[in-house]
């Protein structure tokens, strides 16, 4: 049967807060992905690379390009969407699907990817990747794409997580909105102990996820663990929860606009 086009398109506080618990999954399998493969220094070195026709190491020749398909292929007509180089995407050219006017329009003005892309490189990888180098730059590549498009999601998901709570109590946020108050919206908007219970999630899936299984139950070696886990729970500690929260902030800031 068709779908409604509204089907599957509602947002309320506990929906969204299982969908940011399902992205986890996501993030973790992708740190996971990525430790698989040392730094590979060359995929991030403009000198290195030398692609004809292109100005930028490989990693930028690789996201630039993929993006470029994606959007071709209406990846970006999803407002959950943010794309890292987003000058210059050409349009879709697939028929369009008519997701839901949730998010107020000033939305789309908010992308903080050049923020995450700094984390990541600088601050990310080398928590993550040991030292190294096994040739497999365009891997590595392509794994840095999947991770950095999977924290960026759940980090702009912030916009959804905004409006549902600006949707449950208005009265609250109004004041605070008009006098471009962003200290007193960060305080409306966090919840410790939501923050505190993500962390703590997070922490065991990373342990859970990257251990070895073996057959002999009880014997989970935590020798061979697929990463530190703790590099899991810094990622959301330090950056994930407080650049979703200044997503959430920004969009508020917009929202009676
Ligand atoms: C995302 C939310 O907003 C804030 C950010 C959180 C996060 O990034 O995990 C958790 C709690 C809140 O302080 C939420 O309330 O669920």
């Known amino acids: 049967a068709e779908q409604s086009p509204d089907s599957g398109n509602v947002y309320t506080l506990a929906s969204v807060r299982e969908d940011l618990v399902r992205q986890e999954d996501t993030i973790i399998y992708g740190l996971i992905e990525r430790a698989k493969f040392p730094s590979n220094s060359h995929t991030y070195d403009e000198k290195y690379a030398q692609i004809q026709g292109f100005c930028g190491s490989l990693v930028e020749f690789v996201v630039k390009n993929t993006e470029a398909i994606q959007a071709k292929a209406g990846r970006y007509k999803n407002p959950e969407e943010n794309a890292f180089f987003p000058e ?10 008519s997701f839901k006017q949730f998010l107020h329009p000033g939305a789309a003005s908010i992308n903080i990817n050049k923020s995450i892309w700094k984390m990541y490189f600088k601050e990310l990888l080398p928590l993550l990747a040991t030292s190294g180098d096994d040739g497999n730059y365009a891997q590595t590549a392509a794994n840095d794409l999947s991770l950095l498009q999977s924290i960026s999601r759940r980090i702009h998901y ?14 609250d946020y109004e004041p605070l909105i008009r006098a471009k108050d962003k200290e007193g919206l960060m305080k409306l908007l966090t919840f410790t102990s939501v923050e505190e219970t993500v962390r703590k999630r997070v922490e065991k899936k990373a342990v859970v996820f990257g251990q070895e299984v073996n057959l002999n139950s009880d014997d989970n070696d935590n020798e061979n663990r697929k990463f530190d886990p703790s590099v899991a729970s810094s990622l959301y500690k330090n950056w994930v929860i407080p650049l979703t929260k200044e997503v959430q902030v920004e969009y508020l800031l917009r929202r009676l606009d």
């Open 88 to 97: 210059n995407l050409p349009p879709s050219i697939v028929p369009s699907y």
């Open 158 to 171: 912030g916009k959804f997580v905004a409006e549902v709570k600006f949707r449950d109590a208005p009265q």
